[in-house]
């Protein structure tokens, strides 16, 4: 190692003689190496001494006590070895004590009694998001986080551009997430101020717009996402926020909370500053090639590039030809400008931290504010979304390897539900809001909302979540169309009878009064009820071919009435290699800029184009009452028509279907998981009438039975209970929870585990386990117990198999206790269990 690149840590330095110090090769460390220390005392001298070097961590553990005689020879530095594999917590300090006697380089004596101290990070090994997070977003005191680790909760948060470590978190071992790094900049019309309402900027826009209609000054934005001079400081800001925090390894980077082009999903005609049109004008140009294509598609005359502007949302509306080009395209542009600055966002931190996840919370539903996740999937490798017309199976489908976290707000049995619920629709985490601190109580005992919560939490994290995350998510091929130039037109159709009241609307209603996003989801809960997965296939995609390249089998339109030719085109091609094509309301009677075509692009295959009867669009609302079988059995005749059945079904003691419960398949190399949850509506109390503000159809428990395609040997995973090599099972489903089944070809016969049956403190135990099982990535959860039987959380944790085998390293500390030491695994899959001894000396 050369001596140049050597970093002096001198934190906490002390010494007798000046210019003691212990030297490293960085400031942060990666585990997986031995490196070379230096302790470098004062001047050159020869003689003999004695160094004795302490290695200690933020978890209070003596990692290391060691002592080294020495013999200089005109010498002033002492190389010694640091195993970090040994390292369990991120925060460490090494201390030395050199104690000398001999002679300085002119032979007088040199006696030396020397401290020197360094602190160092070892840097968290796992940045692949394998195992289930949970959050905690408010700051309990450091104190009370053995308690809330005691409930699961493995994480925090920390307000990025402050400067960490957050001693809160990390001297408890935990890591954090960077918070609202930039939300001034992605967040500026709805982010918090401590004296005025968090959209206030926004309201000030529409008064402007109240006052003068005809002014474009409301629809300036400030800052704008093309203003170079903002973009400049939000860069080097990123950049400076992920080189404090990159030694640390966040669990991700935040860039922006509930941000967008104004308010949330709100609509408006942001943004007509000088910096977005010329930016815009640029990208119109790439897009037609020519002003005269521009002209001839918006219908304009514009006589040069520069006097190129499009219309507001108030000037589409008075249109009467059915032309919104000059509209939509500045809202497609929108959200390809607010795209564009996230990416470059992700880019600023990912040129310091090049694995990071980078994403914002808060996310929107898909619509207006830049929500188009078409673009968003493709900026960013992170979303903590509020789960809202599809957005969560919208990113699954797009982005299946992103990291996607919600966050938990309440208690009860239907927060448990929703937990669960999202755990099944690929989240990998949690945040948890407690800003009643309801986990713990100011004694340190765990509170209502903690206790209730730390059940299921404990559950998920005790490797049912990383199962989960390890297996590989099973779909019918069914395609859902997500077109955001259809979402613009009919929002505009929609919208144009009551011209300028569109501004006053608030992204509530913009939710609440949505048939084009309730559609949709009547989608999503008619093919759950039926027992079938789907996956949405974007605009982008569809016109790339991946209705072939996926081998779909059934596309479905809903209100797909913006296409572009090459969409059009592609369903065609579908229909035309035997596809099924379902649709809704107009499909292709408008192109992809909203301007309306003498006849349907779909014209010539309309024949082919299957339509529900009765009313799709209040399906998620009509199975609350019982009212949703003329469209169910419709649905159904035509799926099973066209061979789209569930592989596991699932009926009721009668043998009938059910609806209202969600049939989740997963793939593990042999093993099936098969996971079954009740299905009740998501935010139900915005569905209008009283009579369907109720989920109470839903909230009993059912007796079921789940038949498979063919014999396997059943477990239950939940329970650990098995059964011999049938086809179907029965079993009662809890209305707030799971039931989870694994299908195995084959039984599994236990675990292998070996440990050394002793070891003394400070040494390394080397640890395997291993089954026989045909799952491609099994799951053992590992619990490490004291002599006193207390679970030591961070020697526990759950480890992943290559063909059936795993293993982990035990660092016992210098001052861990003596004794007997207990080591229990437990196969996630099937629940085996072994249990092995290590006498502690």
């Not at 450091?142 to 990390?170: D, H």
């Not at 209040?618 to 061979?643: I, T």
């Amino acid at each position: 190692m050369h001596r140049a690149r050597l970093v002096t840590l001198l934190s906490l330095l002390s010494a007798v003689a000046v210019g003691a110090e212990i030297v490293l090769p960085a400031p942060d460390l990666e585990r997986d190496q031995t490196v070379t220390a230096v302790y470098r005392t004062g001047g050159l001298a020869t003689g003999k001494g004695t160094l004795e070097i302490s290695w200690s961590d933020a978890l209070g553990r003596v990692v290391e006590n060691r002592k080294l005689r020495v013999e200089l020879s005109d010498e002033n530095e002492i190389h010694f070895s640091l195993d970090l594999r040994r390292a369990v917590a991120m925060e460490n300090t090494l201390s030395a004590h050199f104690t000398f006697e001999g002679v300085n380089r002119k032979g007088e004596p040199d006696r030396r009694d020397e401290k020197a101290q360094a602190n160092f990070i070892a840097r968290p090994p796992d940045r692949d998001w394998r195992d289930y997070r949970i959050i905690m977003w408010q700051q309990y005191p450091a104190e009370q986080w053995s308690t809330l680790k005691s409930l699961g909760i493995n994480a925090g948060q920390y307000v990025g551009r402050n400067q960490p470590p957050p001693e809160f978190l990390a001297g408890s071992d935990l890591q954090w997430y960077a918070e609202n790094i930039a939300t001034d900049f992605y967040s500026e019309y709805h982010r918090y101020f401590p004296d005025r309402p968090v959209q206030w900027k926004f309201l000030e826009a529409k008064e402007l717009y109240k006052n003068d209609p005809s002014s474009k000054e409301a629809f300036k934005r400030h800052p704008s996402f093309s203003d170079a001079a903002w973009i400049e400081k939000v860069h080097d800001r990123l950049i400076s926020v992920a080189r404090k925090h990159s030694p640390y390894r966040p669990i991700f980077y935040d860039l922006g909370d509930e941000s967008g082009i104004a308010n949330l999903a709100a609509p408006w005609d942001f943004d007509f500053s000088d910096e977005s049109l010329a930016e815009m004008r640029v990208w119109l140009k790439q897009r037609y090639g020519t002003l005269a294509a521009l002209n001839q598609q918006w219908e304009t005359q514009f006589a040069s590039w520069d006097a190129v502007t499009p219309e507001t949302t108030t000037q589409a509306m008075r249109r009467t030809d059915g032309n919104f080009s000059a509209w939509a395209d500045h809202k497609d542009w929108m959200d390809t400008s607010y795209a564009r600055a996230l990416e470059r966002g992700a880019e600023a931190i990912h040129s310091v931290d090049p694995k990071a996840f980078v994403g914002i919370c808060g996310a929107q539903m898909p619509g207006w504010g830049g929500y188009d996740y078409a673009r968003l999937a493709k900026a960013l490798n992170f979303f903590e979304p509020y789960d809202i017309g599809n957005n969560i199976e919208i990113i699954r489908s797009l982005a299946p390897r992103t990291p996607v976290v919600t966050t938990s707000f309440a208690g009860g049995s239907w927060e448990k539900h929703r937990v669960w619920y999202e755990l099944l629709h690929g989240n990998r985490g949690l945040i948890i809001w407690d800003d009643k601190h309801e986990f713990v109580n100011h004694d340190g005992t765990p509170g209502a909302r903690g206790m209730e919560a730390g059940a299921y939490y404990n559950e998920i994290r005790g490797g049912v979540g990383a199962l989960l995350m390890n297996s590989m998510r099973e779909a019918e091929p069914i395609a859902i169309h997500y077109s955001q130039a259809s979402f613009r037109t009919d929002w505009m159709l929609s919208r144009q009878p009551n011209g300028d009241a569109w501004a006053s609307r608030s992204p509530k209603e913009e939710r609440s009064d949505n048939d084009f996003l309730r559609l949709r989801e009547s989608y999503c809960r008619l093919l759950e009820d039926l027992g079938l997965q789907y996956r949405f296939v974007s605009y982008s995609q569809l016109e790339q071919g991946e209705l072939a390249r996926s081998a779909y089998r059934v596309l479905i339109l809903p209100d797909s009435l913006a296409l572009s030719a090459e969409e059009a085109a592609s369903i065609r091609d579908f229909a035309a290699r035997g596809g099924t094509v379902i649709a809704s309301g107009e499909i292709g009677t408008f192109d992809q800029h909203s301007r309306r075509l003498p006849a349907s692009q779909l014209a010539d295959i309309a024949s082919q184009v299957i339509r529900l009867p009765g009313a799709v669009l209040n399906y998620h609302r009509d199975r609350l009452m019982g009212k949703e079988r003329p469209v169910f059995e419709a649905a159904r005749k035509v799926f099973d028509s066209v061979d789209q059945r569930p592989k596991y079904r699932v009926t009721d003691e009668q043998e009938k279907d059910v609806v209202g419960v969600e049939t989740h398949v997963f793939r593990n190399g042999g093993a099936t998981i098969v996971a079954l949850l009740s299905n009740p509506q998501l935010r139900v109390d915005e569905l209008g009438p009283p009579e369907f503000k109720s989920n109470e159809r839903f909230e009993k428990f059912r007796k079921l039975r789940l038949i498979a395609p063919e014999e396997s040997y059943i477990y239950n995973i939940r329970t650990g209970e098995s059964a011999d090599k049938r086809n179907s099972v029965e079993f009662t489903l809890d209305p707030y929870e799971p039931t989870i089944f694994a299908f195995l070809p084959e039984t599994v016969k236990g675990v292998r585990l070996m440990a050394p049956g002793q070891i003394v403190r400070g040494s390394m135990a080397d640890i395997s386990f291993a089954v026989d099982s045909p799952a491609a990535t099994s799951v053992f959860h590992v619990d490490v117990m004291d002599p006193a039987k207390k679970p030591v959380s961070h020697y526990s944790g759950n480890f992943f198999s290559v063909e059936g085998r795993a293993g982990m390293r035990i660092p016992f500390a210098m001052n861990d206790s003596p004794g007997r030491w207990e080591v229990r695994v437990r196969e996630v899959l099937t629940g085996n269990t072994a249990r092995s001894s290590i006498e502690v000396r």
